[in-house]
């Protein structure tokens, strides 16, 4: 039996031509962003990717089928549901076999991308350990995703609500190679500096796509988490958004949000507690994020064919 995927026109092209191709998710659209912020930046991130001469496969779950690249009306459609589901590893299937629409987290986005053969995934941050987690367990399926599809992801790091060392730790102990693009610290999404030394350093996209080729050609699963540090003149300082941070953690606390529904909450609390300043970064750093990508899916093109 076929696989439930379609692609769109303009990655269906690509894939013939050879050209450069970068995954993007669609849960920061349909989660990660309010409207009608989130179709813009969709429609933004996709044409950095194309002026960087790559192409963007915006990836989501229509009607049960898996959509590698959508058009400017299924976007459209996506970012108007009042409720989505939100797919990760453990309900892709299942969305697909109901007949479903779903957004796809980072986890999800990286199945579909190995699926379609995709090697680079441009995004904002990555989910991880959640604070508090030694009592919850809320532990991302993204960390697990990392660990087993080799897929390169791009990301500003994890998100700064989560518990970074322990995220960090856990993909050590997963095997997951992190690097942190052209600066020896870790970025921490909105800020692009972190008390944490970078395990690996790289500065220039042909290092990071060769590390890709070379971990297939030595047959490891699994893939790697660059962390690209969001341009200086567009972070927010830790010590700003600290206290943010805490204030909208204890709010959650308060109101029992859990599993899937914190890290949506947390980002509209900080939004509407930086009077929408902590937006204007998260646009910023995923651009910038998907103009990284294009580099090392050119990089990996040309040394593949
Ligand atoms: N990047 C952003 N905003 C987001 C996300 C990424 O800038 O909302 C999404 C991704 O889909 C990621 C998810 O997989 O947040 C993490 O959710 P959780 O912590 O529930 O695993």
Redesign the pocket.
């Known amino acids: 039996m076929s696989l439930p995927l379609i692609y769109a026109p303009e990655v269906e092209a690509a894939r013939s031509a050879g050209k450069p191709i970068v995954a993007l ?1 669609s ?2 659209i349909t ?2 962003m309010p409207f009608p912020q989130n179709v813009e930046t969709a429609r933004a991130v996709e044409a950095e990717v194309r002026a960087a001469g790559a192409v963007p496969a915006t990836i989501a779950v229509l009607s049960g089928q898996i959509h590698i690249g959508i058009t400017d009306a299924q976007l459209d459609h996506l970012a108007g549901l009042k409720t989505v589901s939100k797919l ?1 590893r453990a309900d892709l299937a299942a969305c697909l076999a109901a007949g479903r629409d779903g957004a796809t ?3 999800a986005t990286m199945i579909c991308a190995h699926m379609a053969g995709i090697h680079v995934f441009a ?5 991880g350990v959640h604070r508090g987690a030694e009592d919850s367990f809320d532990i ?3 960390l697990q995703e990392l660990a087993q599809t080799p897929v390169t992801v791009v990301a500003a790091g994890a ?1 700064a609500i989560l518990d970074l060392p322990k995220t960090y730790e856990v993909l050590e102990t997963l095997g997951v190679p992190v690097i942190a693009y052209g600066q020896d610290q870790l970025p921490a999404f909105w800020s692009a500096q972190s008390p944490y030394p970078a395990p690996l350093r790289m500065d220039s996209a042909a290092q990071i796509a060769a590390a890709h080729l070379m971990r297939g050609r030595l047959g490891l699963p699994g893939g790697q988490l660059v962390t690209n540090p969001i341009p200086q003149e567009d972070q927010i300082p830790a010590e700003v958004l600290s206290p943010l941070i805490e204030q909208a953690l204890a709010e959650a606390a308060a109101q029992g949000i859990s599993a ?1 529904a ?3 909450f947390l ?1 509209d609390r900080i939004f509407t507690l930086t009077d929408g300043a902590s937006l204007k970064a ?1 646009v910023a750093l ?1 651009r910038n994020n998907a103009r990284l990508a294009s580099a090392i899916a050119a990089e990996i093109g040309s040394s593949t064919a």
């Open positions: 998710e849960t920061i989660h990660g990760s987290t980072v986890a995004t904002g941050g990555i989910g991302s399926a993204d998100k899937k914190v890290t949506p980002l998260n995923v």
